[in-house]
């Protein structure tokens, strides 16, 4: 989803370009080590010089890459194939409650049904099975279209309340699905009914733990906004709030946010759409459940924007949110186990100039964990309690020198103050530090973002990748963001020093930037080798070290001046090594791509098309949902539908091969 419609890129007029430009001259002049604005740059000393290491990533990809698309289909390389595996209001067992074309399931049916807005998603081998042939799909559900969820569409402005029906089922389409999955002797998947199946919504209860607990309590019900996600060796799934700030809201009309709120972008309407030049909330929860009313002392904005922990096997497991990993606009979690043990989590907060964080445990994994008679259940969120609820968690500067720090957030550390007292609302306890992330991330000096989404680590060369979508409103290029009109994105790649991810020091260069290579101009050029594509978002390295690439330009920008030639959202992949970049699947319209996983046999790939049909303006049409886009079902389907999608080889070889 875009963050908001005030961060839509546009291609800049000439005078601002021209400043831009000058701006960027003088910024390159100044700053060694930018090659990678001209041309791909390898590493002067990592695994790109390493002869295994390119022997293995020669023939990473051979599959035939595909044009830009405007076709209203997903579209994949010769040799493959794209089906529907679970759509929005898709049931959870595979067989009840049925999806209505017209939107008319109620709020209940809404709770065993898939949600909207497909997002994150991992792969599970449930004990005992064959894990390439049946497994378990965690998928997060990021947010609603409030047209397309309802018969009639978004409701007329206050003081008519949101019905209470329509909330109950607006906040069952949040959250993240568990769904077991199975492979026919077709080759063919499909949502299977299962024991372990299973909706975790905004209504779910959960707890909290880790150093928040002392200000925001122990419990809260719901999980919303659920972007991005991640995995832990101990096999739990960890889902990622994102744009929380978008459900809460007030009627009261001089509410005004607090310092704190403010930083997280709280304010009176929340998510609000445009309607014939009206602000129109596009929530309003806190008209029928005052935890989410901004006016309300008790509300629960501060239990929200949090990694939360679930264990996928069993379906009576209490999610947790996991505090000490910080509270921001979390995008995905990427996870990775020191050589000593420690844990840590390196995590984007996506908006304009917020920053990179990494969290590193104090608690160390043993990878052999004891496991209890009833299995894996509830032994996976015993071993998070012990190591996700306590550590140290920092946020990355980014130096001109191609070096980078990073900088631990605690009180009386990197100019974070300490609280003095119950009333100082500007000092920091170690509670602080994990509900005012962002605050505390700001004075320690983190290096402000092109909108920092997924990360993801390379298998063998424990290199950290992480995609910057966009950023049109930067007042000024640094090393790490070059572009000041930077409406294509890049992906900026680091290693640790020594190699150790409890690193306090790091090496950095950008690795690719969005657009298109031929570009005349130089300050739009793309330094890729191969395909084009613009505003990254979605990345992960797959097993054999493929960095697989998904985008999200915005709607409002697709096929506009600037992306005539980039068509829908699309896939890629890229090796690393090469800086080579080949297309592999394309979007219907109005769609982005986002979220990617694997059988461990590599034959089938899941991916998610998250709102196809989603209009230039964010608003969908109550009277007409085909409007922009029929995917997936042509119109006996009744509307688009955010689908979870399998791709695979006729042959039934590995992706990619
Ligand atoms: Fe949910 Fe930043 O994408
Ligand atoms: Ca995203
Ligand atoms: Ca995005």
Same mark, same amino acid.
């Given at each position: 989803?875009?963050?908001?419609?005030?961060?839509?890129?546009?291609?800049?007029?000439?005078?601002?370009?021209?400043?831009?430009?000058?701006?960027?001259?003088?910024?390159?002049?100044?700053? *060694?080590?930018?090659?990678?604005?001209?041309?791909?740059?390898?590493?002067?000393?990592?695994?790109?010089?390493?002869?295994?290491?390119?022997?293995?990533?020669?023939?990473?990809?051979?599959?035939?890459?595909?044009?830009?698309?405007?076709?209203?289909?997903?579209?994949?390389?010769?040799?493959?194939?794209?089906?529907?595996?679970?759509?929005?209001?898709?049931?959870?067992?595979?067989?009840?409650?049925?999806?209505?074309?017209?939107?008319?399931?109620?709020?209940?049916?809404?709770?065993?049904? *898939?949600?909207?807005?497909?997002?994150?998603?991992?792969?599970?081998?449930?004990?005992?099975?064959?894990?390439?042939?049946?497994?378990?799909?965690?998928?997060?559900?990021?947010?609603?279209?409030?047209?397309?969820?309802?018969?009639?569409?978004?409701?007329?402005?206050?003081? *008519?309340?949101?019905?209470?029906?329509?909330?109950?089922?607006?906040?069952?389409?949040?959250?993240?699905?568990?769904?077991?999955?199975?492979?026919?002797?077709?080759?063919?998947?499909?949502?299977?009914?299962?024991?372990?199946?299973?909706?975790?919504?905004?209504?779910?209860?959960?707890?909290?733990?880790?150093? *928040? +607990?002392?200000?925001?309590?122990?419990?809260?019900?719901?999980?919303?906004?659920?972007?991005?996600?991640?995995?832990?060796?101990?096999?739990?799934?960890?889902?990622?709030?994102?744009?929380?700030?978008?459900?809460?809201?007030?009627?009261?009309?001089?509410?005004?946010?607090?310092?704190?709120?403010?930083?997280?972008?709280?304010?009176?309407?929340?998510?609000?759409?445009?309607?014939?030049?009206?602000?129109?909330?596009?929530?309003?929860?806190?008209?029928?459940?005052?935890?989410?009313?901004?006016?309300?002392?008790? &509300?629960?904005?501060?239990?929200?924007?949090?990694?939360?922990?679930?264990?996928?096997?069993?379906?009576?497991?209490?999610?947790?949110?996991?505090?000490?990993?910080?509270?921001?606009?979390?995008?995905?979690?990427?996870?990775?186990?020191?050589?000593?043990?420690?844990?840590?989590?390196?995590?984007?907060?996506?908006?304009?100039?917020?920053?990179?964080?990494?969290?590193?445990?104090?608690?160390?994994?043993?990878?052999?964990?004891? +496991?209890?008679?009833?299995?894996?259940?509830?032994?996976?969120?015993?071993?998070?309690?012990?190591?996700?609820?306590?550590?140290?968690?920092?946020?990355?500067?980014?130096?001109?020198?191609?070096?980078?720090?990073?900088?631990?957030?605690?009180?009386?550390?990197? &100019?974070?103050?300490?609280?003095?007292?119950?009333?100082?609302?500007?000092?920091?306890?170690?509670?602080?530090?994990?509900?005012?992330?962002?605050?505390?991330?700001?004075?320690?000096?983190?290096?402000?973002?092109?909108?920092?989404?997924?990360?993801?680590?390379?298998?063998?060369?424990?290199?950290?990748?992480?995609?910057?979508?966009?950023?049109?409103?930067?007042?000024?290029?640094?090393?790490? /963001?070059?572009?000041?009109? &930077?409406?294509?994105?890049?992906?900026?790649?680091?290693?640790?020093?020594? /190699?150790?991810?409890?690193?306090?020091?790091?090496?950095?260069?950008?690795?690719?930037? %969005?657009?298109?290579?031929?570009?005349?101009?130089?300050?739009?050029?793309?330094?890729?080798?191969?395909?084009?594509?613009?505003?990254?978002?979605?990345?992960?390295?797959?097993?054999?070290?493929?960095?697989?690439?998904?985008?999200?330009?915005?709607?409002?920008?697709?096929?506009?001046?600037?992306?005539?030639?980039?068509?829908?959202?699309?896939?890629?992949?890229? /090796?690393?090594?090469?800086?080579?970049?080949?297309?592999?699947?394309?979007?219907?319209?109005?769609?982005?791509?986002?979220?990617?996983?694997?059988?461990?046999?590599?034959?089938?790939?899941?991916?998610?098309?998250?709102?196809?049909?989603?209009?230039?303006?964010?608003?969908?049409?109550?009277?007409?949902?085909?409007?922009?886009?029929?995917?997936?079902?042509?119109?006996?389907?009744?509307?688009?539908?955010?689908?979870?999608?399998?791709?695979?080889?006729?042959?039934?070889?590995?992706? %990619?091969?």
């Amino acid at each position: 989803m875009s963050t908001t419609k005030n961060q839509v890129p546009t291609v800049p007029p000439m005078r601002d370009l021209i400043e831009a430009m000058a701006s960027r001259r003088a910024f390159i002049q100044a700053v *060694a080590g930018t090659s990678a604005m001209a041309a791909f740059s390898e590493w002067p000393t990592a695994h790109a010089a390493d002869k295994d290491e390119r022997a293995a990533t020669e023939t990473l990809f051979q599959f035939r890459g595909i044009p830009t698309s405007s076709s209203d289909t997903v579209v994949v390389p010769d040799g493959y194939v794209a089906e529907v595996l679970y759509r929005w209001g898709d049931p959870i067992d595979g067989q009840s409650p049925a999806f209505k074309g017209d939107a008319s399931n109620t709020a209940e049916d809404q709770e065993r049904q *898939a949600g909207m807005g497909h997002d994150g998603m991992e792969y599970f081998a449930i004990p005992g099975q064959d894990p390439n042939q049946r497994g378990l799909l965690a998928i997060n559900h990021e947010y609603t279209d409030q047209v397309l969820l309802f018969p009639d569409g978004v409701d007329p402005l206050p003081p *008519a309340k949101m019905p209470l029906e329509k909330v109950r089922k607006s906040k069952a389409s949040h959250g993240v699905s568990i769904v077991e999955i199975a492979k026919d002797t077709q080759g063919r998947w499909s949502v299977v009914p299962s024991q372990r199946a299973r909706r975790v919504t905004a209504d779910t209860p959960a707890r909290i733990s880790g150093p *928040a +607990t002392v200000k925001i309590g122990t419990s809260v019900r719901g999980t919303v906004n659920n972007c991005a996600a991640g995995r832990t060796p101990w096999q739990t799934y960890l889902t990622c709030e994102e744009n929380f700030q978008s459900v809460f809201g007030t009627n009261v009309s001089d509410f005004q946010p607090s310092v704190t709120q403010k930083a997280y972008g709280l304010d009176r309407l929340g998510f609000f759409y445009k309607i014939d030049g009206n602000k129109v909330p596009a929530y309003r929860w806190w008209e029928q459940d005052p935890r989410f009313d901004l006016s309300d002392p008790n &509300n629960d904005s501060e239990r929200f924007g949090y990694v939360v922990e679930i264990d996928p096997m069993d379906p009576s497991s209490v999610p947790v949110k996991r505090t000490a990993l910080g509270r921001f606009r979390h995008e995905n979690a990427e996870l990775t186990v020191a050589p000593d043990g420690r844990v840590v989590v390196y995590m984007g907060d996506d908006e304009v100039d917020q920053y990179v964080y990494k969290f590193v445990s104090e608690g160390k994994w043993d990878s052999k964990p004891s +496991t209890t008679a009833s299995g894996t259940s509830i032994q996976g969120l015993r071993v998070g309690d012990s190591i996700l609820d306590r550590g140290k968690i920092y946020v990355a500067r980014f130096d001109a020198d191609g070096t980078g720090t990073w900088l631990e957030l605690a009180p009386g550390i990197n &100019n974070i103050p300490k609280k003095l007292s119950e009333k100082d609302i500007e000092g920091f306890d170690e509670a602080d530090i994990c509900v005012r992330t962002r605050e505390a991330a700001k004075i320690a000096g983190a290096t402000p973002m092109d909108r920092p989404e997924w990360l993801s680590i390379h298998p063998r060369s424990r290199e950290v990748y992480v995609s910057l979508t966009n950023n049109k409103s930067r007042h000024a290029a640094d090393a790490a /963001n070059p572009r000041v009109q &930077n409406i294509y994105g890049h992906i900026v790649r680091w290693k640790e020093s020594d /190699n150790d991810p409890t690193a306090t020091r790091f090496q950095w260069q950008v690795f690719l930037f %969005g657009g298109n290579p031929s570009h005349e101009d130089p300050a739009y050029r793309s330094n890729a080798k191969g395909d084009f594509f613009a505003c990254p978002d979605g990345l992960k390295f797959d097993a054999a070290g493929t960095l697989w690439i998904q985008t999200d330009m915005s709607s409002s920008v697709i096929g506009k001046p600037g992306f005539e030639e980039i068509g829908h959202n699309m896939m890629l992949a890229a /090796n690393p090594s090469t800086g080579e970049t080949r297309r592999f699947l394309t979007g219907p319209k109005g769609c982005e791509i986002t979220g990617m996983a694997m059988t461990p046999d590599r034959k089938a790939m899941f991916i998610n098309i998250q709102h196809p049909g989603e209009p230039a303006d964010e608003l969908s049409d109550a009277a007409d949902p085909f409007k922009v886009s029929q995917w997936p079902d042509g119109p006996k389907g009744g509307r688009p539908r955010s689908a979870t999608v399998v791709v695979r080889k006729l042959d039934g070889d590995v992706i %990619g091969s």
